[in-house]
């Protein structure tokens, strides 16, 4: 069965500062999609971004970039330029590219930004 | 935009009640999720449907069930309430496998 792994349950980041937020997974599949969500205090999950696991080019999204290590099977997102908008709740996000899509998520990690 | 709609955002129901946590969503999508949230645990999925009539068990069925007559809507069903189901429940959707899934708002159930 696949897991994911947050071991940061809080970060803390300065406004227009660099913060990442670690994520690991297990799995025994090559094929397979991996997510960050953003949940704010209004409880909306978002998706920030997302990473097919085929494609070597780590993904970006505006100031949200990925690092994404499949033989290590890592998977951390980077926020450039913190904004007291990107307090959130952070989840990492497995899901298979072989059955429905069925997510599995981390625990998630708590950030702060502080002006 | 899609909307995924869940009804109730707050519910505070007795022990042994039975209690409906509807979710619709406006976008004909195939796949429907419901997930429970709780502190420490992160997400985890209890239910989800992948076409009107059609179900599977997600990694914590036991306590609930689910129904799915129309394809835009599905229902997460405590038969019999108890207090340690109280948490946040998510409800998702897709339009089928490898597309975006989208989130409601959730639900905060408090089982007194």
């Known amino acids: 069965a696949q897991t994911v792994t947050q071991s940061q349950p809080e970060m803390s980041v300065q406004e227009a500062e660099t913060v990442t937020l670690s994520c690991t997974y297990d799995t025994s599949e090559s094929d397979y999609y991996l997510f960050w969500y953003k949940q704010p205090p209004s409880r909306q999950m978002i998706l920030v971004i997302r990473q097919e696991a085929y494609k070597q080019q780590n993904a970006t999204e505006n100031r949200f970039s990925v690092n994404f290590q499949k033989a290590a099977k890592s998977f951390s997102l980077k926020i450039s330029d913190s904004q007291l908008g990107d307090a959130a709740m952070y989840f990492c996000a497995y899901r298979s590219a072989h059955n429905t899509d069925k997510l599995i998520f981390g625990t998630g990690t708590r950030l702060q930004v502080f002006p | 935009d899609v909307k995924v709609t869940q009804s109730s955002r707050y519910l505070v129901k007795r022990t042994g009640e039975k209690v409906f946590l509807e979710c619709v969503q406006d976008m004909d999508h195939e796949n429907m999720f419901w997930y429970r949230q709780d502190p420490g645990l992160g997400l985890r999925l209890i239910y989800f449907s992948y076409d009107v009539k059609m179900k599977e068990k997600g990694d914590i069925p036991e306590g609930y069930s689910v129904s799915r007559e129309k394809k835009e809507r599905f229902s997460l069903i405590l038969e019999s309430a108890s207090t340690n189901q109280t948490s946040m429940y998510l409800c998702?959707?897709?339009?089928?496998?490898?597309?975006?899934?989208?989130f409601g708002e959730g639900s905060w159930l408090t089982v007194v």
């Open positions: 998702a959707s897709s339009l089928g496998s490898g597309n975006t899934i989208y």
